[in-house]
């Protein structure tokens, strides 16, 4: 089946007529009670969309999902501030009211005749294979297909993401997470694969602009030394006509000067530095991802949720 890629999040907001004015509303009220949110329906979306052009889904089972993913949370319009925005730990009791958005998010859905198909993914999206999710505890296929996709775009967001009261995890060690729930038989990890697989295209992506940068750097500084020796020369023997042609090669700005070039060479010296050591960590990231996608593929041979579902 032809890949077939959407803009879902142009100009920061879904191009997708399918959203009327009022549920485009509710998602944008979400977003102004809570930043952290707002960037995790964006998140998730982007996510979901990336699985599913992984997959090769078709058109319309992509727009149906990335639908889905951009009401996943819409529930949570009804959950209290003071819960939604805590700085911190949920408690027990407080957690009982946030899983609630689930339910809330299904009852919105049921409220707009296009968006009921929709209502029991939004509703599901926290379920587990093995019935330990909420709110229903569904167990296997129960679950439908679209909800574990989005589950595991919204737990791979959740984790990465920096929030109120952490910071975000590294991708590998979000996936290391996810694929311990994937052994626990609480998500799927065939689904999980065509994520890493995206995600490792995306790292190779950036390895590949990091040592393009560390090379245009090295030609930068090696420019910024034969000007540093230049004017170490004319310090020493003063200003002269060759001098003055030499310099007069680099076209160099007015008021460019010794000092000017010291100041470059430092902060162009840092950069090259800074851009080896995010070299060295997309590279270890790459490794490791190899190693997680084997696992992953691994794991989802032995799936058997959806027997009635190519993927």
Known sequence: MKRTKIDVLGSKRMNVQDLDEEIRAEVQILGA???FTDAHVLGVTKTTTKICE???VSYEFLKHCVLCAYLHDVGKIKVPSEVLQKNGKLTEDEFKIMKMHTVYGYEI???YPNFKNLAPIVRAHHESFDGSGYPDGLVGNQIPFEASIIKVADVYDALTQRRQYKEGYKQSQAIGIMLDDARKNRMSARIMSYLINYLLREVAARIEEHENNIEQFKEQLSVLHELETIYKSIYDRGYTKK??????R????????MSTNANLLTAKQKALEKEREWLEFCKEEYKTLKKQLAEAVSL??????YPNISY
């Open 250 to 257: 680099y076209n160099l700005s007015p008021g460019y000067d």
């Open 54 to 56: 992984e997959m090769e």
């Open 243 to 248: 001098s003055q042609r030499k310099l007069e």
């Open 300 to 305: 989802g041979k032995k799936e058997k949720w």
């Open 33 to 35: 009670l809570d930043i």
């Open 109 to 111: 859905c049921m409220e």
